[in-house]
């Protein structure tokens, strides 16, 4: 008895795997996402503040009470809110959970997010605590006792960047440039960080934290132009 003979026609898919085209399209991009929008441009809005700042702040390294301080203290305080807002866009996007590190992974998503929020406050701290300590209280009067904690603070903004830069890497939700720009930032930060805290000289110092002004605008810069990836990847 020989065996029925299968109808012609196509093999049926017994695999349930989705079709190619959907497949390829559950990672969409977007074309401007909120936290390019609104975090990188305000990261590079923040630098520019902090670069004309510093240009100012060169006079009064020799006068604290000098002329230029009004400007000074305008432009170095406004910088410092401005970076500090900067990372709530970039943390949350638009919805809480779509910002630079809003992938599916939620390890990545949570330390990105609270690296991202805890730098900014921590700048923001230590900004204004060095305007305070530097032009509040020129003399040093009653801040010889807490001469440990700029230095603690400094340590742990570094810290919260660098996380925050390896969650974003990680999350890759934001493409091409921008998905590095945060940890190239971190190590251009390290370095001139370092370099201002070991020279005394006012050009070397300047330099140093020009520097780091001009990679703030450039990343920014970076980050607003991104194109990202509504839902990330981990790698």
């Known amino acids: 008895?020989?065996?029925?003979?299968?109808?012609?026609?196509?093999?049926?898919?017994?695999?349930?795997?989705?079709?190619?085209?959907?497949?390829?399209?559950?990672?969409p991009v977007t074309s401007h996402p909120a936290w390019a929008r609104g975090?990188?441009?305000?990261?590079?809005?923040?630098?520019?503040?902090?670069?004309?700042?510093?240009?100012?702040?060169?006079?009064?390294w020799d006068d604290v009470a000098g002329p230029m301080l009004p400007l000074f203290t305008a432009l170095f305080?406004?910088?410092a809110v401005v970076h500090a807002l900067a990372m709530l866009p970039l943390a949350l996007g638009s919805t809480g959970a779509d910002g630079v590190?809003?992938?599916?992974?939620?390890?990545?998503?949570?330390?990105?997010?609270?690296?991202?929020?805890?730098?900014?406050?921590?700048?923001?701290?230590?900004?204004?605590?060095y305007y305070v300590t530097t032009y509040g209280a020129p003399d040093g009067a009653g801040y010889s006792t807490i001469a440990w904690f700029p230095p603690l603070l400094a340590g742990a903004q570094l810290v919260f960047l660098l996380a925050a830069s390896i969650a974003v890497v990680r999350a890759g939700v934001a493409t091409g440039a921008a998905r590095w720009s945060l940890l190239a930032l971190t190590i251009v930060a390290a370095i001139a960080g370092a370099v201002a805290g070991a020279s005394g000289e006012v050009t070397v110092v300047t330099i140093a934290l020009v520097s780091s002004c001009v990679a703030q605008i450039v990343v920014g810069a970076v980050l607003f132009g991104a194109r990202g990836r509504t839902v990330g990847g981990t790698v």
């Open 101 to 129: 590190v809003g992938t599916p992974n939620r390890v990545t998503r949570m330390v990105g997010t609270v690296a991202l929020l805890g730098f900014g406050a921590i700048f923001l701290l230590n900004q204004t605590l």
């Open 39 to 60: 975090g990188g441009g305000a990261i590079a809005v923040g630098g520019a503040l902090l670069l004309a700042a510093t240009v100012v702040e060169v006079p009064l």
């Open 77 to 79: 305080l406004a910088s």
């Open 1 to 27: 008895m020989t065996a029925p003979i299968a109808p012609a026609g196509p093999t049926p898919d017994r695999t349930l795997a989705p079709p190619v085209a959907a497949r390829t399209a559950s990672v």
